[in-house]
């Protein structure tokens, strides 16, 4: 013991793997849950910037033993891409365990991912093409390829045929495509094998020992709340689980076993791809939020959409994942705005709400309710405790606080790692 997830609470670039470097020194393991490199985190260390899609964030931390769980789906290509360009970065990547029962991402789930998407036109879900959706699909159909059908041939070739004679109708008939060739898929799987070999376990068994032993398990999300496949803003998700119990289906940790939940919210609001959005910006104020933030993504370098902060969202988040700390990032992105509106509730057809609408129509009518709340000058970025905060600072943190009834224990007021308060810590 103890267990500690960490997930997003929006629709996700929270910065969640600044939150998980930071803890990176105090944890034994970083397990990646669910998603795949449909994710990024960037981290900056010294002057160095690391941009990860599929590894767990805590792969940069000596000692760390990332794992990557059963609930990911992961392109084995992409894997060794990153392995290969952080080795040459003199970042030792050898502890890396990968999960047996983690499904495949293969050359068709992309191929897939992209007709599709293409196919829907305007319906767009504006996914980030990586397969992910494909790929959850085949293993809910019961046709998916795991990591451990690379190191049986024969299975695996039989597995690869039965997705692919779905597949191949649909790319054929449907989308008037080539059909895609079941050799050549077989042939990039095994092409992995030998090197996969050494890093495959049943981590769920391997986790269980270590919470034995006293070992300190991170639970890292990828995605976000809003984002999830049951509880975000369907079908405009991404098609795993980012919240709490997604953590405990996606790594074999029980859920009696989690400690902490540690939820992160960025101090307004963003989100890549489409879908509602209420306090989305698309004037001045949001361009400003965009530029002062950086915020363009890390995995397709598509613009954010930005907005103000939204605490229905954050008390969703709080009561879906039972939040017990809230780390808010990039506060010092809201230095210089004279006021800043807070949504504190939705108009929807002439009513008003505090809680997420039950319907997806309703949530795409709602019209957000602001507070205004005082803005600062001051730069924050060297801020290391709450007392060195202007007044209006601490006010707008105390504001989050009381509107979700969640303590903020870490206050991130820059992108470098130091760069942060710490208010109650997380281990
Ligand atoms: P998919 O996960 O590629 O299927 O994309 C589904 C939706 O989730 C799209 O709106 C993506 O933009 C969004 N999405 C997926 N991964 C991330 C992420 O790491 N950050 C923010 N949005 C994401």
């Known amino acids: 013991m103890p267990a500690i997830v960490l997930l997003g609470a929006q629709w996700g670039d929270e910065g969640k ?24 985190h960037t981290i900056v260390i010294g002057d160095e910037k690391y941009a990860l899609h599929l590894l767990p964030a805590g792969v940069l931390t000596p000692d760390v033993v990332p794992v990557i769980g059963n609930g990911v789906v992961v392109d084995l ?47 767009k879900i504006g996914t980030t093409g990586r397969g992910i959706g494909p790929a959850y699909a085949d293993k809910m159909s019961r046709i998916g390829v795991r990591v451990q059908d690379l190191f049986d041939e024969k299975i695996l070739r039989q597995k690869v045929e039965g997705a692919l004679e779905q597949k191949n109708q649909l790319l054929v008939k449907a989308y008037n495509r080539k059909a895609l060739s079941v050799d050549a898929a077989v042939e990039e799987l095994l092409g992995y094998t030998d090197r996969l070999r050494p ?23 990828g995605q976000a709340t809003m984002l999830d496949v ?54 001045a104020d949001g361009e400003r939020l965009r530029e002062q933030g950086v915020e363009f993504g890390t995995t397709t370098g598509r613009p954010r959409r930005c907005g103000w ?16 700390d809230f780390v808010l990032t990039k506060l010092d992105v809201l230095t210089g705005f004279e006021k800043i509106p807070v949504c504190v509730g939705y108009r929807i057809n002439g009513s008003t709400y505090d809680e997420m609408p039950m319907t997806q129509t309703e949530f795409h009518h709602a019209e957000p309710v602001y507070e205004d709340l005082p803005g600062w000058d001051e ?25 979700t009834s969640v303590p903020v224990s870490v206050i991130g007021v820059g992108p470098g790692r130091d760069a942060s308060i710490v208010v109650r810590a997380l281990v």
């Open 230 to 283: 049951d509880h975000g803003t369907y079908p405009f998700v991404t098609s795993s689980n980012p919240t709490a119990g997604g953590a405990c289906t996606g790594s074999g940790i029980p859920p009696t076993r989690l400690d902490r939940v540690v939820a992160i919210v960025k101090a307004y609001t963003t989100r890549v791809g489409a879908g509602p959005f209420p306090t989305e910006l698309v004037d």
């Open 199 to 221: 890093m495959v376990a049943d981590t769920s068994l391997l986790l269980a020992g270590a919470l034995d032993a006293g070992k300190v398990v991170l639970l890292e999300g």
């Open 379 to 403: 730069d924050i970025s060297a801020a290391r405790s709450l007392e060195d905060l202007p007044k209006n600072a601490r006010r707008y943190v105390e504001a989050v606080e009381s509107m």
């Open 17 to 40: 793997g600044k939150a998980t470097d930071l803890l990176g020194e105090s944890v034994d393991y970083v397990v990646k849950y669910n998603g795949g490199n449909n994710a990024g």
């Open 77 to 123: 290509g992409v894997l060794f891409g990153e392995i290969d360009g952080l080795e040459a970065r003199g970042i030792d990547t050898s502890r890396l365990v990968v999960s047996a029962n983690a499904h495949v991402i293969t050359a068709y789930h992309t191929t897939v991912d992209k007709v599709g998407e293409r196919f829907l036109g305007d319906a």
């Open 309 to 324: 902060y939204d605490a229905v969202i954050a008390r969703y988040a709080a009561r879906i994942n039972g939040v017990t």
